[in-house]
């Protein structure tokens, strides 16, 4: 798999139906090792290990309804109280960050009414904090550390 902006991490892998798999620490399984699961597995240990969330707070690929239609999202991660404080959109490296990606993450946002957000191909990482008064997003440098 190619090398990501992220710190280096080690996962466990194996072969599956001559299908490499990667043992999702969240899932408590393997799952079939795509592009796009290689940022995501990268982002949740990212995370986890920089930035001190625990795994018991973070969340993947789960469905939720926008504008009446199922969509699924990449990695969110909640507050002790429940509340969720960011969302993650996880593309494949080869797929540009572009504003229809955070478009998407918007639209996402609408329902679940998240603090931050953060874009990454794995390659470039965009970080974001909401601005629900005047709708729209602030850019950061980099995501908060979870302090509790």
């Known amino acids: 798999m190619q090398k990501l902006n992220f710190p280096p991490y080690s ?14 620490d969240l899932r408590k399984k393997f799952v079939i090792l795509t592009p ?9 240990k990212f995370l986890q290990i920089e930035k001190n969330y625990p795994l018991s707070l ?3 690929e789960k469905q939720l309804k926008v504008a009446g239609l199922t969509k699924r999202y990449d990695v ?3 507050e002790p109280s429940g509340n969720i404080q960011i969302i993650v959109e ?9 504003q229809d990606t955070f478009d998407q993450i ?11 957000l953060m874009v990454t191909n794995g390659l470039e990482h965009y970080f974001c904090r909401m601005d629900y008064e005047n709708e729209n997003y602030i850019f950061l440098e980099a995501l908060p550390d979870y302090t509790r």
Not at 11 to 24: E, G, L, P, T
Not at 90 to 98: D, H, M, Q, V
Request: net charge positive; hydrophobic share 45%.
């Open 90 to 98: 996880c593309k494949a490296p080869s797929i540009k960050i572009t």
């Open 76 to 78: 969110v991660v909640f």
């Open 106 to 116: 918007a639209r996402y946002n609408l329902s679940l009414k998240a603090d931050f």
């Open 36 to 44: 796009e699961e290689w940022v995501r597995q990268h982002c949740v």
């Open 11 to 24: 996962f466990r892998f194996k072969n599956s139906q001559n299908k490499i798999a990667v043992f999702d």
């Open 58 to 60: 973070i969340n993947v």
